[in-house]
């Protein structure tokens, strides 16, 4: 009697599965595609044709269910939007790294944006020290070329020839002077360019920490 009942829950179990597995089987044969025509008439069919596929459309059940909805395929500038946006994402990623490495620098080199003052004056009074001697010897210069002109002019009004030496080193000092002076113009442009780079890094330190005390 027992095996009996052991024979008949084992068979009643089996006969389930099946039923389940027959249901699931008839459920997946019973699929539609749903989509709509050239005439914006909704079609129910076992298959779909391509140019309609690509317009997007749904699977469903007997019961109208949606199973799962295919979105229509994209269009070429679509792809190409994606694209770019894609590429674009990847640049932006790129230069957030760049920032945080160049953070990451700026941090190893000064601790507080007063550090980053403090070299940008050191550099600045080095340039000014630098500009300032050379326009001391520009001047010198200077002296050095009208006490020449003066002694070449006394010799022509004397009815002598210009010795040449004198007109070798005013042609010497004058050159000099066109050297310092074009320096010197390298090295304002130079300050300039200390005092913009400088300028962002301490406002960017300043950025930097703030961001630190609110963490």
Known sequence: ??????????????????????????????????????NGVIVLGNSIPPEYARKGYQIVDTFGRVVKDVPPALTPEQIAEQERLKKEKARQEELARQQEEADRTLLRLYSH???????????????????NLKRKKIEANDKKIVDLESRAADAERAGKKV?????????????????????IQSHQKDRNDIVEDFDEQIERLEYLMKQLHRN
């Open 1 to 38: 009697m027992k095996l009996f009942s052991t024979i008949k829950t084992i068979s009643l179990a089996s006969l389930f599965t099946c039923v389940l597995c027959l249901s699931e089987l008839a459920d997946a044969k019973s699929l539609l595609y749903r989509y709509r025509d050239d």
């Open 113 to 131: 944006p007063g550090d980053a003052r403090r070299a940008r004056d050191r550099r600045l009074q080095e340039l000014d020290a630098l500009i």
């Open 163 to 183: 010795p040449e030496q004198i007109l070798h080193e005013i042609e010497r000092l004058s050159e000099q002077k066109s050297t310092m002076e074009n320096e």
